[in-house]
Nanobody, 118 residues
């Protein structure tokens, strides 16, 4: 059974840092493309960062230079280091997995809330 479990969310002040983690199980983790998404009420879910099975990374323009995504294929974990946080980063953050032959993300976690206050 596939399971993605996020952790590490919380409340932080502007300029602070948080590190999100996602523990994956139930699928061949090393072969999947992994991503972090976020969503706020009334808005569509947006991709924040993604990492391929080969370690290639990509970031949304809004977080490039502040966030860093990384994966550990041995531990089946996906991390998102978030620095210089802004109020606009406040959202529910989701971990997701996409099979290399799939056009959409196949598996999703339940999410972890990040709140940035000024």
């Amino acid at each position: 059974q596939v399971h993605l479990a996020e952790s590490g969310g919380g409340s932080v002040q502007v300029g602070g840092s948080l590190r999100l983690s996602c523990l994956a199980s139930g699928f061949t983790y090393s072969g999947y493309y992994m991503g972090w998404f976020r969503q706020t009420p009334g808005k569509e879910r947006e991709v924040v960062a993604a990492v391929g099975s080969d370690g290639t990374t990509d970031y949304a323009d809004s977080v490039r230079g502040r966030f860093s995504i990384s994966r550990d294929n041995a531990r089946h974990t996906l991390d998102l280091q978030m620095n210089s946080l802004k109020p606009g980063d406040t959202a529910m953050y989701y971990c997701a997995a996409r099979h290399p032959f799939s056009y959409t993300y196949d598996y999703w976690g339940q999410g972890t809330q990040v709140t940035v206050s000024s």
